[in-house]
């Protein structure tokens, strides 16, 4: 998952660009699951984005590590 996010950071140069996408495929994974139990993945993938949308809103402009 944090490779996953990782490349759709890199995707983006604006630090407000990244936060909107990363709300994007939380809003979309939550869509899916309409109706459905919070399944662990998902309190796992909105700790993940708060925590990066947090850092890019403190910090402005930061690089995104690309792992390859």
């Known amino acids: 998952m ?3 996010l990782n490349e759709l950071e890199a995707a ?3 630090p ?4 909107l996408a990363l709300e994007t495929v939380l809003h979309g994974y939550r869509d899916l699951q309409t109706g459905r139990h919070v399944a ?3 309190r796992v993938l909105t700790s ?4 990066r949308q947090t850092l890019l809103s403190r910090s ?3 690089p995104v590590r690309r792992e390859h």
């Open 60 to 62: 402005g402009p930061r």
């Open 2 to 4: 944090s490779d996953a």
């Open 40 to 42: 662990p993945f998902q």
């Open 16 to 19: 407000t660009d990244r936060i």
């Open 48 to 51: 993940s984005v708060d925590q």
């Open 12 to 14: 983006y140069t604006h």
